[in-house]
């Protein structure tokens, strides 16, 4: 009597299979809405034995009811971490993203068992939902950052309070290959260690680097400008192409040093392998100097080496549109250098690169 509550619930049961039984779907809604309304009034103060009374029921009538009563049903029980964990999991492994994201993404009674599970199972907009979730752990972002999207990928970069091992460190550095929102998310992350802030900044644009030495948060600041200062002494003749270059003479040797392998190299911003490429292909040319060349502010000098090392426009174009300066080459130029390509001859420039390194210079 003196906790009516106590009762309800448990008349809820007739009701409930008079419900399923009469067939009616909109009976079926409203003593959904009913079981629903009468938990959200008390469920605080119910024992576990009570809150299992209300799982049971709501588990067996969601089983019943289209989409969108499930989608809201998921929004009114999400913010709750007194929630029924019953009806919570069957609605976060629901295939309909609409069901299952507001509950993936905002509750707190899903453990990590049941997320990896998930994550591991559904498809992307599942992976995106739980991307957003508050303190992540490892477990599942390691499963996200193995199996995630772009788009994906990017929540969870943005999700500042997501945990990481080292794997999915790496991993998320990987992802941010070619992807310059990626790697501007992922360096003003302040738990990024520093390794992996060397090596993320090593792949960046300048343009990227640039940024992120502007607007990374103070603690970030100093240490992004000593990596950065690192690696423009490093672009400077005299670095060393040593592993490159091994890398490449070995290829050359299996006779795997083509177009496809030097524009792959592009792609991947794997450049000292590029300047190697141009050296071993021209006689063993300077590796610095095509190295300065590919760094350089003219595209057009670039055309020189590539033409007298045989190489085909497809390779040509990845270079010139994945080399590592500040801005990256418009339609126009680019357009225009596939014309200069194609006038160009081998014997030209065979010639114009023997006067470089007779000069030991190249013209600015």
């Known amino acids: 009597m003196q906790h009516p509550v106590i ?14 039984r009469s067939g009616s779907s909109e009976r079926r809604v409203n003593t959904l809405r009913q079981v629903t309304d009468l938990f959200l009034l008390d469920g605080k ?6 809150v299992k009374v209300f ?7 969601v089983a019943r009811v289209e989409t969108r009563i499930k989608a809201d049903l998921g929004e009114r029980l999400a913010p709750l971490d007194y929630a029924p964990t019953g009806v919570i999991e069957k609605l976060a492994w629901d295939d309909e993203i609409a069901v299952a994201g507001t509950v993936l993404t ?4 899903l453990t990590t068992g049941t997320l990896v599970a998930i ?4 498809g992307q907009d599942h992976l995106h939902a739980i991307s957003g979730r508050t303190n992540l752990p490892e477990a599942v972002t390691d499963v996200i950052v193995e199996r995630g999207e772009n788009r994906v990928i990017r929540r969870l970069a943005g999700n500042t309070s997501a945990q990481f ?4 460190y790496g991993g998320m550095v990987a992802h941010a290959e070619a992807d310059d929102e990626l790697t501007e998310m992922l360096g003003l992350r302040i738990d990024l260690p520093i390794k992996f802030l060397r090596d993320l900044l090593a792949r960046a644009t300048a343009a990227v680097r640039a940024r992120l030495a502007s607007i990374a948060p103070a603690e970030l600041q100093d240490e992004i400008r ?24 070995r290829m050359k040797g299996l006779n795997e040093l083509n177009d496809a392998a030097i524009a792959n190299f592009a792609e991947t911003k794997r450049f000292d392998e590029v300047a190697a490429s141009l050296s071993v292909l021209n006689n063993s040319a300077p590796i610095d100097m095509m190295a300065r060349l590919l ?24 270079i010139l549109c994945f080399r590592p300066v500040a801005h990256r080459i418009d339609k126009a130029t680019l357009q225009q250098a596939f014309k200069d390509y194609g006038k160009l001859s081998a014997e030209t420039a065979e010639r114009t690169l023997r006067f470089w390194l007779l000069h030991n210079k190249i013209e600015k």
């Open 165 to 168: 091992s080292e794997a999915g």
């Open 226 to 249: 000593r990596i950065l200062k690192s690696i423009v002494d490093k672009v400077v003749p005299g670095r060393d192409f040593s592993q490159a270059e091994k890398v490449v003479r």
């Open 7 to 20: 009762q309800q619930p448990v008349s809820i049961i007739d009701e409930l299979e008079e419900a399923v």
């Open 119 to 122: 994550a591991k199972a559904k």
């Open 295 to 318: 760094e350089g502010t003219r595209a057009d000098l670039i055309l020189i080496p590539c033409k007298s090392a045989g190489l085909q426009w497809t390779a040509v174009e990845k």
């Open 45 to 50: 103060r119910l024992n576990d034995e009570q």
């Open 55 to 61: 799982d049971d029921v709501l588990c067996h009538l």
């Open 106 to 109: 905002h509750s707190t009674v």
